[in-house]
Nanobody, 120 residues
Framework: VQLQACGGGLVQTGDSLRLSCAASGRTRSTYTMYWFRQAPGKEREFVAAITWSSGTTYYADSVKGRFTISRDNAKDMVYLLMNSLKPDDSAVYYC??????????????WGKGTQVTVSS
């Protein structure tokens, strides 16, 4: 499975941005899609997840209410709509996929990241 994220950029505080993740290859083997992020000097952290089948979503507390993850099964696409962006949201955002349900914590595939920078 190959994952390609795009949509990052430089925005101002309070702006919105939508990231996209294109999945290709054996996508039917994947169960849960994820977004993670990593800021300089910090560990990679979970942002959001969604299941292909039911569309059940999961969010980190830090983004709940501001970010929305969605998927388009027909296009094998996953999106992350980020509203009310803050400087603390600045990071490289990664798309990832797991072949098991969310609570397994299992990540099997990682894509290259896309940079999001929020200026104050």
């Amino acid at each position: 499975v190959q994952l390609q994220a795009c949509g990052g950029g430089l925005v101002q505080t309070g702006d919105s941005l939508r990231l996209s993740c294109a999945a290709s290859g054996r996508t039917r083997s994947t169960y849960t899609m994820y977004w993670f992020r990593q800021a300089p000097g910090k560990e990679r952290e979970f942002v959001a997840a969604i299941t292909w089948s039911s569309g059940t979503t999961y969010y980190a507390d830090s983004v709940k209410g501001r970010f929305t993850i969605s998927r388009d099964n027909a296009k094998d696409m996953v999106y992350l709509l980020m509203n009310s962006l803050k400087p603390d949201d600045s990071a490289v955002y990664y798309c990832a996929a797991g072949t098991r349900p969310y609570y397994s914590g299992n990540i099997d595939y990682w894509g290259k990241g896309t940079q999001v920078t929020v200026s104050s």
